[in-house]
């Protein structure tokens, strides 16, 4: 079992910038592979970023790459979410989630385990 806590959100004008953390519990935080999904008001929950275990490989949605920033420290079993350049298209729930199959997916069903979200508004 992995319990996952989000934290970093808030509100932020457009242009500006935040970073999310993610912090899991246990001892076998470093075998997952992590995800960030979010989900805006009446709209379906969209992949954000993904990281392998190792931290060797990252993954993007389009709508992201270039902007944010997915990295882990597996000694604070905490992954991240640098948020640069934000939109107010980027406004929603962000959750964490971690995978112990794949090296990192953007299809939610493969994720076991879940945060709580943490609540991201972008100003224009």
């Known amino acids: 079992q992995v319990q996952l806590v989000e934290s970093g959100g808030g509100l932020v004008q457009a242009g500006g910038s935040l970073r999310l953390s993610c912090t899991a519990s246990g001892r076998t935080f470093s075998s997952y592979a992590m995800g960030w999904f979010r989900q805006a008001p009446g709209k379906e929950r969209e992949f954000v970023a993904a990281?392998?275990?190792?931290?060797?490989?990252?993954y993007y949605a389009d709508s992201v790459k270039g902007r944010f920033t997915i990295s882990r420290d597996n000694a604070k079993n905490t992954v991240y979410l640098r948020m640069n350049s934000l939109k107010p298209e980027d406004t929603a729930v962000y959750y964490c989630?971690?995978?112990?199959?794949?090296?990192?997916?953007?299809?939610?069903?493969?994720?076991?385990?879940w945060g709580q979200g943490t609540q991201v508004t972008v100003s224009s």
């Open positions: 989630a971690a995978d112990g199959v794949s090296s990192g997916s953007s299809d939610g069903y493969d994720y076991d385990f």
């Open positions: 990281i392998s275990w190792s931290g060797g490989s990252t």
